[in-house]
């Protein structure tokens, strides 16, 4: 049985910083094609934040790739994104994702696993 669960979202000040985790079990998330984070705002499309692939290879969405930084650690099992610099239109539920035949720049409908989200407030 596959899940993810997210944690490290919450309320922050423009500017300020917060590392979101992805505890996988049931998977091993360096196995996993790909990995990644996205994010959805009510009313909007779910969006992709940032994916990394077994090889390492990742890919930001263009308004965050000087701000966020995606990362697995192999030993826990668990995916990472540090986010930086954060704004007002960061704000939204962040989820992780995994799949085995996904690729890094595939949407999110071509995910299957996913966490629950955790939100992150930006003010």
């Known amino acids: 049985h596959v899940q993810l669960v997210e944690s490290g979202g919450g309320s922050v000040q423009a500017g300020g910083s917060l590392r979101l985790s992805c505890a996988g079990t049931?998977?091993?998330?360096?196995?996993?094609?790909?990995v990644g984070w996205f994010r959805q705002v009510p009313g909007k499309e779910r969006e992709g934040v940032a994916v990394?692939?077994?090889?390492?290879?990742?890919a930001y969405a263009e308004s965050m790739k000087d701000r966020f930084t995606i990362s697995v650690d192999n030993a826990k099992n668990t995916l990472y994104l540090q986010m930086n610099s954060l704004k007002p239109e960061d704000t939204a539920t962040y989820y992780c994702?995994?799949?085995?035949?996904?690729?890094?720049?595939?949407?999110?409908?071509?995910?299957?696993?996913w966490g629950q989200g955790t939100q992150v407030t930006v003010s």
């Open positions: 994702a995994a799949d085995v035949l996904a690729g890094i720049q595939d949407p999110p409908s071509n995910f299957q696993f």
């Open positions: 049931g998977i091993h998330l360096s196995s996993a094609f790909c």
């Open positions: 990394i692939d077994s090889d390492g290879d990742t």
